[in-house]
Structures are given as C-alpha cells and as structure tokens.
C-alpha cells in the first residue's frame, strides 16, 4: 500500500503486518501468552486507531484544496496510475527484498530512521497545525514565512521546494521535532503511533482517486497483490521484518502487565488505513456533490472498513495463520457502497462522478509517482508510497509481535 521514495508501491504491502506465517506466529509468540483481556485491548486500540485517520482525514480531504497554500493541493490519481501500481510495488518490494538480502540491515535501518525522522517531523506538524489555530487567540502575533528553493533561474526555473508556513506553524514544527527526537532516539512504540497516525491522515487528505472506476482499480489491484506477495511468497515477509519505520501502527498486548515499557505489540500497517481510506474520502466527496444533506455513501464504506478489519482479526485467531488485510477488507469497502447504490437506483452517478472536477477544479494530476519535498502534500504522498511497499518489522531485538496482516 505504499510506496517508496522514487519507488512506488502500493498499500498491500503495509499489511504484511509483520508477516509471519501460522508457525512463526506461534513460535514468537511461545515466551509470551497473551491473556484475553490484554489481546482485546490491543486490538480494540489498533481498530480504533485506524479509524480515527480515514475518518478525519476524509472530512480534510473535503476542504483541503481551499488552502491559500499551493502545496496542500491534493494530487489525482488516475485510473493509469491505479493501474500501474501494483505492478510498480511489486517491483519496489522485490527489490527492498534484494537490497536487505546484500546490504546489512542495520546500517539501511539507520539510515530509513533518519529518513522517516524528517518526514515524521513535517507530518506531525502539519497535522497538528489547525490545532494550534484553535489553541492561539486572535491576538496571537502570527507572522507569515516562506521557505522557497529553486533550480536555475530566469524561464527555466524550478520550484524543488515551496513552503509557506506562520509562527503558529512553527510552534507545532518545535513540538513535532520533540516527538522525532524522542522516537529516534527510543523508538518508543508511543511516538511511532503519533507519526504513523500523522502519515496516515496526510495520505488520506491529500492522495486523491478522481472517481469511484479509479478506486476499484486500485483496490482490487492490490488486493491481488496483497494475496500473491503474502501467500505465495516469503519476499514480504522478509520485507516486512527488516524494515524499521513508523509505517504501521502498534499496541503492546501486555499494557496490563508492564504499562508503557510493554514489549509484546499487535501491528497494523499504514496501507491497510490510508487505502480504503482514500476510497472512503472520495465516496464522501461524492456525498457533498450529490447536496442531499446525506452522507450515505460514507458512512456505509466507514461501517464496511470496521466489518473487513474485525473479520481480518477474526480469522487470524481462528485459524492461527497471519492475513492480509485487504483480502477482506478490499470486498466490504467497495461491496457496501455499491450495493447501497443499486437500492437508491444511484449506481450509474456514483460511477459517473469526478471528484477532480466536481469538488476539486484546479488539482492536479498524478503524472509520476512523487519524490520528497518539504511540503506536507508531497510528503504525505511520498509517506503513503514507503509505508505500503515495506512491511514493518518488529523492534530491534525485541519479541515478535502477533501478526495483523
């Protein structure tokens, strides 16, 4: 479900949570029983921890390119793109799988820390940066600043970077530096959830499908990819185990027993949130288009994403043997909608809708996957892009955690 810097790939792969198969599930997991109750917290946590990016980051995703700011206009995908990307990510993902197989893990880790610390530093803070619009008072002197690198000059120059921020951002951009401090110096699974979170909702808010035929491309897309890569291969689970970011979320399944130094975690990757999740915004753009004072459509694919993640949770523990998310998660998030749909007589509208034209005029279109910039757009694009091609993998040297693929 993601994609890496310059190297695209889809959200699937995030859900490799761990990915373990049945066996090294229970073999991780030997020094370590779980009880019922630490089991339910955790992943009532992650559940709703996931909700919590797809449900606000649509409702940005909504009033996001009103923004005077051009960087957070939000990006289109296309059905091309949609339908190159699993293909791109497999790419991606064999070749992390090569590249962690010749070069030692700790030194490409080293480097991915000092990678996501940067990125995780703009996320935050442009996440947090409404707040503190609502935290300041009116009288608060809040001076403007931009921060423009370009190439060449003359006719032939070229924005590398843009970014316009306040001093309210700055303030947020001090309290994101802490928390990137903290996580690089500790990797304590707290602040990896504060920047998983913050990517998550960028990637929700500002990755846009211009119309529903986009997004089904894409979902089914990597759903296919999701299952071929976890069951037919070892390649994301070897991915997905040497890979040391915040691009999943975590929650220690023994809280009760060891409070905040807890060890034993439940994952779930970054692409099992922010691809349903850009599925879900549109479906609530269309909403707004249809002006009926409803959001049908929205609340019935949210409902549909909370049955896929419970099921995805059900059949893990039932059968003992790690899943792929999107395996169902995939169904429901596209089958709800629609068949919501064919009982309004609604089917052929929802189909026939462009969010890029109805809602979003002036956005652009996603040409090329994305590299890094430092503007909050770009890097939530360039986030989704990491976080859904490499797996995460559990702590340096510490117990494996019970797969949520």
């Not at 490799?16 to 009532?44: H, P, Q």
């Not at 690198?149 to 120059?157: I, K, L, N, P, V």
């Not at 500002?206 to 999701?226: A, E, K, P, Q, R």
Request: contains cysteine; proline residues 6%; glycine residues 6%.
């Amino acid at each position: 479900m993601s994609e890496a810097e310059q190297i695209p790939a889809p959200a699937p792969v995030l859900d490799a949570l761990n990915g373990t198969n049945g066996t090294d599930a229970l073999n991780a997991t030997a020094k370590f029983v779980a009880t019922t109750e630490g089991t339910a917290l955790a992943y009532g946590s992650l559940v709703v921890m996931a909700l919590l990016p797809i449900f606000f980051g649509a409702l940005r995703s909504v009033t996001c390119s009103k923004s005077k700011n051009a960087s957070d206009i939000p990006e289109t995908i296309t059905s091309r793109d949609a339908a190159r990307f699993p293909i791109i990510a497999s790419c991606t993902l064999f070749g992390l799988y090569l590249f962690f197989k010749v070069f030692s893990q700790e030194y490409v880790n080293l480097l991915l820390s000092l990678y996501f610390f940067v990125l995780g530093i703009l996320a935050l803070s442009h996440t947090m940066s409404p707040l503190m619009g609502r935290i300041f008072p009116e009288s608060f002197p809040n001076k403007q600043y931009q921060l423009l690198f370009t190439q060449c000059s003359g006719e032939s120059r070229q924005e590398l970077l843009n970014y316009e921020f306040d001093t309210k951002n700055l303030v947020s951009l001090i309290i994101s530096s802490a928390v990137g401090v903290w996580y690089l110096l500790k990797k304590h699974w707290i602040a990896n959830n504060l920047f998983g979170l913050a990517f998550a909702l960028n990637g929700v808010e500002l990755l846009h499908l211009n119309n529903v035929s986009t997004g089904c491309i894409l979902l089914w897309g990597l759903f296919v990819y999701d299952v071929f890569w976890v069951f037919g291969t070892n390649v994301m689970v070897t991915v997905a185990k040497s890979f040391e970011a915040p691009i999943k979320l975590v929650f220690p399944q023994d809280l009760l027993e060891k409070g905040l130094g807890a060890s034993n975690f439940a994952m779930l990757g970054l692409g099992d949130i922010v691809i349903p999740g850009i599925f879900i915004a549109l479906l609530l753009r269309f909403d707004v288009s249809l002006k009926k004072n409803s959001r049908t459509y929205f609340y019935s694919s949210f409902l549909a994403y909370i049955f896929g993640l419970g099921l995805t949770i059900f059949v893990m523990h039932t059968f003992k043997h790690a899943q792929p998310a999107l395996l169902y998660l995939v169904p429901a998030c596209v089958g709800f909608p629609v068949i919501v749909a064919l009982f309004k007589g609604e089917l052929t509208e929802m189909f026939s809708y462009e969010s890029s034209q109805e809602v979003f005029p002036g956005s652009p279109r996603l040409t090329s996957f994305p590299t890094v910039s430092g503007s909050p757009a770009s890097l939530a694009r360039s986030m989704d892009a990491v976080s859904t091609v490499t797996g995460p993998s559990p702590y340096h040297r510490r117990p494996q955690p019970s797969p949520l693929m």
